[in-house]
């Protein structure tokens, strides 16, 4: 029910991959992770894909920054968007 507020995610993949089953993703959000002020979860969508919601990563202040790094595999062509708490 949080309004979505857009600036602080950074989103990067490739334009084109060679390879749909195999994406390479990498996110990372303007964070000072400290007990008071953390990411708290990162949500990968992918809406044309059979089940939109590919993967969501749960982080702690332990983590130190709010970065993560995977790998996706996308149905088609599309927009990838990334959704921090």
Do not use: W, Y
Request: charged share 25%.
């Amino acid at each position: 029910g949080a309004p979505v507020r857009a600036g602080r995610v950074t989103l990067d993949t490739p334009p084109l991959a060679d390879n749909g089953h195999s994406v390479q993703v990498r996110v990372r959000v303007d964070s000072p992770m400290t007990q008071a002020e953390h990411v708290r979860s990162i949500t990968l969508v992918a809406e044309r894909n059979p089940r939109p919601i590919v993967a969501k990563f749960s982080l702690t202040p332990g983590a130190g920054r709010a970065e993560i790094v995977t790998r996706i595999r996308l149905a088609d062509n599309q927009e990838v968007l990334a959704l921090a708490e």
